[in-house]
């Protein structure tokens, strides 16, 4: 069950969990930045919001062969692209690993939360999105599209929008960052996750 109590002891095995310290910090911003956006958006998923938050990133620093010998032992054989987009291995590895390291959060909303974190898709849900963005503008987060963002969404005053303007300011900030991240994307020129040009197409077709 989550609670209070489990996402204390949850954030207690993340700090001492072997990971750079600035992973760290990152993770514990995100469980911020993801408390922040539940209250605007979903209060009542506050406590999933949470445990998403904390388990993102816990095979982030994992090297490419290990991400890829767990999706084997799961049964999924990574694409070369996914091989060569390696950033977008740690939210597939991590998804898997929940249920057997951390069962007591296995709800599918934080599961799928933490699954598509990266690439986004068609689809999704408001947790979802909702992690997605914690990720993005966390304030740890001092890549120029990140602050960029985190700009857009917060300095027009979320909180004092009425649902359906809020709602609106959502998507509209979800469209940039996929543009932002394809656009980056195509500037290495590294693999596009078909996942991620879904998501972006379906915003601007509801938009």
């Known amino acids: 069950m989550i609670n209070e109590k489990t996402l204390n002891e949850l954030r207690r095995k993340i700090e001492t969990a072997q990971m750079s310290e600035k992973r760290r910090a990152h993770t514990l911003a995100v469980e911020k930045a993801a408390i922040m956006l539940g209250e605007l958006y979903a209060p009542e998923k506050t406590d999933v919001?949470?445990?998403?938050?904390?388990?993102?990133?816990?095979?982030?620093?994992?090297?490419?062969?290990?991400?890829?010998?767990?999706?084997?032992?799961?049964?999924?054989?990574?694409?070369?692209?996914?091989?060569?987009?390696?950033?977008?291995?740690?939210?597939?590895?991590?998804?898997?690993?929940?249920?057997?390291?951390?069962?007591?959060?296995?709800?599918?909303?934080?599961?799928?939360?933490?699954?598509?974190?990266?690439?986004?898709?068609?689809?999704?849900?408001?947790?979802?999105?909702?992690?997605?963005?914690?990720?993005?503008?966390?304030?740890?987060?001092?890549?120029p599209d990140c602050v960029r963002l985190r700009e857009m969404f917060w300095s027009k005053d979320p909180k004092s929008m009425e649902k359906s303007k809020k709602d609106a300011h959502l998507r509209d900030v979800l469209i940039t960052s996929f543009k932002m991240t394809v656009s980056a994307l195509l500037e290495e020129e590294r693999p596009i996750s078909t996942d991620t040009v879904d998501a972006l197409n379906e915003l601007i077709i509801k938009k």
């Open 49 to 143: 919001l949470r445990a998403a938050a904390l388990l993102h990133d816990i095979t982030k620093e994992l090297t490419v062969e290990e991400h890829v010998k767990i999706l084997r032992e799961h049964g999924i054989e990574p694409t070369k692209a996914e091989i060569i987009a390696d950033k977008t291995l740690h939210a597939k590895t991590a998804a898997l690993l929940i249920p057997e390291k951390y069962p007591e959060f296995a709800t599918a909303d934080v599961v799928s939360a933490v699954r598509w974190h990266t690439t986004g898709h068609a689809g999704m849900t408001l947790t979802e999105k909702l992690i997605y963005l914690a990720d993005y503008i966390d304030e740890t987060r001092k890549f």
